[in-house]
């Protein structure tokens, strides 16, 4: 009997260590399996799969129960800030990327720790100029290796297993007015990364591959042409010098492409969704007008050398911020009984647009939002037909969509099964104007940037509602379903074959839909703003939706007086991962609830005007994190509130010095004591201008809070 039991048990750690040893060895993950649309385990790349449709085929959760889905485990996260990415899931573990470019590797069964990777992103910022962003949209997975870009610029390989670093290189050096924030693409043993800048001064985008062992630098590919007397570095760059006037150079020219990046193993070839240009007012880049190629583009790359194969640009000449970079999806279609490779494209500019993947020739655009700016997109010639004054060339124009886009980087997803895709749309008006800028002298900054563009006196009131969730069918090129929401931006989607849809929203909700027509199954109020699309896997036969919950990103950073009245305000809310299960039991600690920073108001502080004029020229540096008009979203303190602004030492050795530059807060240098004063006094003559509404304001975000989540619109 002692023997049977004894002989059970070597077998049965016999048959453990074969499992365990199972786990150990490192799947191939090459590009075969990085493609496999059917596999319903894992989570291999940013978008699911190299078709980037963040569709999941499992049908464990389902439109009949997914009613019943509860937390089944939860990581607390109290160091970060926004987080915003998609996680990875490899062979039973969940990896992600959050606050400060920090790295961490998970059992994806209950969140228990596996290894930890912190690349230091405040000590490299610190005493550097620096601007841009503390989030980071995700990693990317190859052959048993993590790859992450960081805010300052770094490519950097991880092995998967122990997160130990194996190469490390410099995308750009840590001087230049650039930041990454976007998700590696890794494919054919090469990783892509390219860049955001382009208003941080005048920059010149580029996309760059690596070798994915070693790090070397195998190609890149310029999005604009340089200076022609330098000589062109390809024929590409030479056709699209032909699309620009005057000295662009000087300007940069941008293209920045900070998200966007698609492998089409099968055709095998890349897409870059490319960037608006810098500036972003065509008359300073490129006076005499012109197309001004690669902007706003979608631009089909060789794989192995990055040479040029075709290109679609949505936007020509663009003038609005309207960039390209949004998702690229790869679909199979069906068009007048033919079947098409596609790629699908809801770029910011407010048209939905499928393209031939095989020739780069429009197949068709529809406005999927509003789109004031032009009428439409001409089938023959592939271009849109703008109305007249939408350059703002007879002064003001009130343009939707403005600056913030019909659709940004918030992931949008297809299903093959149901046919549709599903865009988290936004509505917002801006008015763009170009008064009172020297057009012929204007010259960006290094640092201190500038559009080019005057939005001083914004509308940037929603219309109607400021966001929306939209079922699109891509073959009819027509909205099936729409959900009006009374809160922006809503986060990316996620699709299954379960005929579901997920999305999390700003005001802390995770919903799931009736992906065939918008019907609301389940809701969860996960206590805290949601900026992250959730993803699925399965693991040992249990299905689960996981997600990072932690509002973040630039809305959340420039929103201003919306993104504060969340009241998700810096470091009150613990950030979570948490994963979703039919059979879940955890119980989530409470969280606080929303809340509001007071401003602080010195009566003794006597506000020179003049003074506070010139803080809030210098105010435009900081508002990426501490708020448009001072109005803190919750990336950074809301300075009305903060004491260290009131004395001139501390605030000076936070600003200038730098002692809080490990927390995010990049430090200004050059900063005179005079220009600290000026920021103090702007600081001061906004906290009393807010202290003698606050009440009144909250009062109406309470009352605003208590009406329905959808706007109850029709559309
Ligand atoms: C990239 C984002 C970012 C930018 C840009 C930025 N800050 Fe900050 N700042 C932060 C963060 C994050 C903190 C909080 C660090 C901590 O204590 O956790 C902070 C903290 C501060 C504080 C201390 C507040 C307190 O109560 O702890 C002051 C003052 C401040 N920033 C002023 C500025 C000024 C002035 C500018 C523009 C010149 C600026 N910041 C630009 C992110 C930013």
Same mark, same amino acid.
């Given at each position: 009997?002692?023997?049977?039991?004894?002989?059970?048990?070597?077998?049965?750690?016999?048959?453990?260590?074969?499992?365990?040893?199972?786990?150990?060895?490192?799947? +191939?993950?090459?590009?075969?399996?990085? *493609?496999?649309?059917?596999?319903?385990?894992?989570?291999?790349?940013?978008?699911?799969?190299?078709?980037?449709?963040?569709?999941?085929?499992?049908?464990?959760?389902?439109?009949?129960?997914?009613?019943?889905?509860?937390?089944?485990?939860?990581?607390?996260?109290?160091?970060?800030?926004?987080?915003?990415?998609?996680?990875?899931?490899?062979?039973?573990?969940?990896?992600?990327?959050?606050?400060?470019?920090?790295?961490?590797?998970?059992?994806?069964?209950?969140?228990?720790?596996?290894?930890?990777?912190?690349?230091?992103?405040?000590?490299?910022?610190?005493?550097?100029?620096?601007?841009?962003?503390?989030?980071?949209?995700?990693?990317?997975?190859?052959?048993?290796?993590?790859?992450?870009?960081?805010?300052?610029?770094?490519?950097?390989?991880?092995?998967?297993?122990?997160?130990?670093?194996?190469?490390? &290189?410099?995308?750009?050096?840590?001087?230049?007015? /650039?930041?990454?924030?976007?998700?590696?693409?890794?494919?054919?043993?090469? *990783?892509?990364?390219?860049?955001?800048?382009?208003?941080?001064?005048?920059?010149?985008?580029?996309?760059?591959?690596?070798?994915?062992?070693?790090?070397?630098?195998?190609?890149?590919?310029?999005?604009?042409? @340089? $200076?022609?007397?330098?000589?062109?570095?390809?024929?590409?760059?030479?056709?699209?010098?032909?699309?620009?006037?005057?000295?662009?150079?000087?300007? %940069?020219?941008?293209?920045?492409?900070?998200?966007?990046?698609?492998?089409?193993?099968?055709?095998?070839?890349?897409?870059?969704?490319?960037?608006?240009?810098?500036?972003?007012?065509?008359?300073?880049?490129?006076?005499?007008?012109?197309?001004?190629?690669? /902007?706003?583009?979608?631009?089909?790359?060789?794989?192995?050398?990055?040479?040029?194969?075709? +290109?679609?640009?949505?936007?020509?000449?663009?003038?609005?911020?309207?960039?390209?970079?949004?998702?690229?999806? !790869?679909?199979?279609?069906? !068009?007048?009984?033919? =079947?098409?490779?596609?790629?699908?494209?809801?770029?910011?500019?407010?048209?939905?647009?499928?393209?031939?993947?095989?020739?780069?020739?429009?197949?068709?655009?529809? =406005?999927?939002?509003?789109?004031?700016?032009?009428?439409?997109?001409?089938?023959?010639?592939?271009?849109?037909?703008?109305?007249?004054?939408?350059?703002?060339?007879? %002064?003001?124009?009130?343009?939707?969509?403005?600056?913030?886009?019909?659709?940004?980087?918030?992931?949008?997803?297809? $299903?093959?099964?149901?046919?549709?895709?599903? &865009?988290?749309?936004? +509505?917002?008006?801006?008015?763009?104007?170009?008064?009172?800028?020297?057009?012929?002298?204007?010259?960006?900054? =290094?640092?201190?940037?500038?559009?080019? &563009?005057?939005?001083?006196?914004?509308?940037?009131?929603?219309?109607?509602?400021?966001?929306?969730?939209?079922?699109?069918?891509?073959?009819?090129?027509?909205?099936?379903?729409?959900?009006?929401?009374?809160?922006?931006?809503?986060?990316?989607?996620?699709?299954?074959?379960?005929?579901?849809?997920?999305?999390?929203?700003?005001?802390?909700?995770?919903?799931?839909?009736?992906?065939?027509?918008?019907?609301?199954?389940?809701?969860?109020?996960?206590?805290?703003?949601?900026?992250?699309?959730?993803?699925?896997?399965?693991?040992?036969?249990?299905?689960?939706?996981?997600?990072?919950?932690?509002?973040?990103?630039?809305?959340?950073?420039?929103?201003?007086?919306?993104?504060?009245?969340?009241?998700?305000?810096?470091?009150? +809310?613990?950030?979570?991962?948490?994963?979703?299960?039919?059979?879940?039991?955890?119980?989530?600690?409470?969280?606080?609830?929303?809340?509001?920073?007071?401003?602080? *108001?010195?009566?003794?502080?006597?506000?020179?005007?003049?003074?506070?004029?010139?803080?809030?020229?210098?105010? @435009?540096?900081?508002?990426?994190?501490?708020?448009?008009?001072?109005?803190?979203?919750?990336?950074? =303190?809301?300075?009305?509130?903060?004491?260290?602004?009131?004395?001139?030492?501390?605030?000076?050795? &936070?600003?200038?010095?730098?002692?809080?530059?490990?927390?995010?807060?990049?430090?200004?240098?050059?900063?005179?004591?005079?220009?600290?004063?000026?920021?103090?006094?702007?600081?001061?003559?906004?906290?009393?201008?807010?202290?003698?509404?606050?009440?009144?304001?909250?009062?109406?975000?309470?009352?605003?809070?208590?009406?329905?989540?959808?706007?109850?619109?029709?559309?």
């Amino acid at each position: 009997m002692k023997i049977a039991r004894q002989k059970a048990t070597t077998l049965l750690s016999l048959l453990l260590i074969f499992l365990m040893s199972c786990k150990e060895e490192p799947a +191939h993950y090459d590009d075969a399996a990085i *493609v496999d649309e059917q596999q319903t385990t894992d989570w291999l790349a940013y978008g699911r799969t190299h078709n980037e449709r963040r569709f999941f085929p499992a049908d464990q959760i389902n439109t009949q129960n997914v009613a019943g889905l509860k937390p089944d485990w939860f990581v607390e996260l109290p160091t970060d800030v926004g987080l915003v990415s998609t996680p990875l899931v490899v062979d039973g573990v969940l990896y992600f990327t959050g606050t400060m470019n920090v790295i961490r590797a998970v059992d994806a069964l209950n969140g228990n720790p596996i290894w930890e990777y912190d690349p230091k992103v405040g000590e490299v910022v610190k005493g550097k100029h620096q601007i841009g962003w503390v989030h980071n949209r995700g990693i990317t997975f190859y052959e048993g290796k993590i790859f992450t870009g960081t805010w300052d610029g770094r490519l950097i390989a991880l092995d998967a297993k122990t997160g130990q670093e194996i190469w490390n &290189v410099r995308t750009f050096s840590e001087d230049s007015a /650039l930041y990454i924030t976007g998700a590696p693409k890794a494919f054919k043993g090469k *990783v892509l990364i390219g860049n955001g800048g382009t208003e941080n001064g005048p920059t010149r985008g580029w996309v760059a591959a690596y070798d994915a062992d070693t790090g070397a630098e195998a190609w890149r590919f310029y999005i604009v042409p @340089g $200076n022609p007397a330098d000589g062109f570095e390809n024929d590409a760059m030479k056709m699209a010098a032909a699309t620009w006037t005057g000295e662009w150079w000087k300007h %940069g020219g941008g293209g920045n492409t900070w998200h966007g990046l698609t492998y089409d193993a099968e055709l095998d070839q890349l897409y870059i969704g490319t960037g608006n240009g810098s500036p972003w007012n065509r008359k300073i880049r490129s006076p005499e007008g012109g197309d001004n190629l690669f /902007l706003c583009s979608v631009v089909a790359l060789d794989p192995d050398t990055g040479a040029y194969k075709w +290109h679609y640009q949505t936007t020509p000449g663009e003038s609005w911020d309207f960039n390209s970079n949004m998702d690229i999806i !790869l679909a199979d279609l069906t !068009l007048e009984g033919k =079947p098409v490779k596609a790629l699908l494209h809801a770029p910011k500019n407010g048209f939905f647009y499928v393209i031939n993947r095989e020739t780069g020739k429009l197949i068709s655009a529809e =406005p999927f939002v509003e789109t004031t700016w032009a009428t439409h997109v001409d089938k023959a010639t592939g271009r849109p037909v703008e109305v007249e004054g939408a350059r703002y060339e007879e %002064g003001r124009a009130v343009l939707t969509p403005g600056a913030w886009g019909g659709h940004s980087w918030h992931a949008m997803s297809y $299903n093959p099964e149901t046919g549709l895709a599903y &865009v988290p749309a936004l +509505h917002q008006a801006f008015t763009y104007s170009d008064e009172g800028i020297e057009l012929a002298n204007w010259q960006a900054v =290094p640092f201190y940037g500038g559009m080019g &563009v005057n939005l001083s006196n914004p509308d940037r009131e929603p219309r109607n509602y400021p966001a929306s969730l939209i079922g699109w069918d891509p073959v009819k090129q027509e909205k099936v379903w729409s959900i009006p929401q009374n809160i922006t931006p809503n986060a990316g989607t996620l699709t299954t074959a379960g005929d579901l849809l997920f999305q999390g929203r700003a005001d802390g909700w995770l919903l799931a839909y009736d992906a065939r027509t918008g019907a609301e199954l389940w809701s969860y109020d996960t206590g805290l703003g949601i900026a992250a699309p959730p993803i699925s896997y399965t693991l040992n036969g249990k299905q689960y939706i996981a997600l990072l919950v932690g509002w973040g990103g630039g809305y959340a950073g420039m929103g201003g007086e919306m993104a504060y009245s969340y009241g998700w305000s810096y470091r009150t +809310h613990s950030r979570r991962l948490i994963a979703f299960s039919l059979d879940g039991k955890a119980e989530l600690p409470p969280v606080p609830p929303p809340n509001y920073p007071k401003p602080i *108001v010195d009566a003794d502080f006597e506000i020179d005007a003049e003074l506070a004029e010139q803080g809030a020229m210098l105010y @435009g540096l900081c508002s990426s994190c501490h708020g448009l008009n001072l109005f803190s979203g919750g990336m950074a =303190p809301d300075l009305r509130a903060s004491v260290i602004p009131l004395d001139f030492a501390t605030f000076a050795s &936070v600003v200038r010095d730098g002692a809080k530059a490990d927390l995010g807060m990049p430090p200004r240098p050059e900063f005179t004591d005079e220009q600290l004063k000026a920021l103090q006094h702007f600081i001061r003559r906004g906290a009393a201008a807010f202290a003698g509404r606050y009440d009144a304001f909250i009062e109406e975000i309470k009352a605003g809070k208590s009406k329905e989540r959808t706007g109850g619109f029709s559309h």
